[in-house]
């Protein structure tokens, strides 16, 4: 089961044994609002996982525009997300 997960890119299923049963829960994404809440992103920074999620991709340019803020701060943004292993650099 957690090889399918790992090949399917979504996350390890959850194993919870509640004393009388064992509950196995399967996530479509990461990405839960209790999984951001544990993690050190600013607001911009969740506001842009919640539109990756409709959308595939966001250029540094596009992330400043949309946030009025300078190509530096949205490249930092970007890149604390990438270190995170939130989301993945790619090159065009």
Do not use: W
């Not at 790992?6 to 996350?11: D, G, R, S, T, Y």
């Not at 993690?39 to 340019?61: A, V």
């Not at 943004?77 to 292993?85: F, I, Q």
Request: charged fraction near 40%; proline fraction near 2%.
């Amino acid at each position: 089961m957690i090889e399918d997960t790992l090949e399917h890119v979504i996350p390890e299923p959850e194993f919870r044994d509640t004393g009388t049963s064992i509950v196995v829960t399967f996530r479509k994404s990461k990405l839960t609002e209790e999984y951001l809440s544990e993690i050190d992103i600013n607001d911009r920074q969740e506001e842009i996982l919640k539109y990756l999620r409709e959308s595939e991709n966001i250029t540094s340019s596009e992330y400043a525009e949309m946030f009025d803020i300078s190509q530096r701060t949205a490249r930092s943004d970007l890149k604390d997300l990438c270190e995170k292993d939130i989301l993945e650099r790619k090159k065009r």
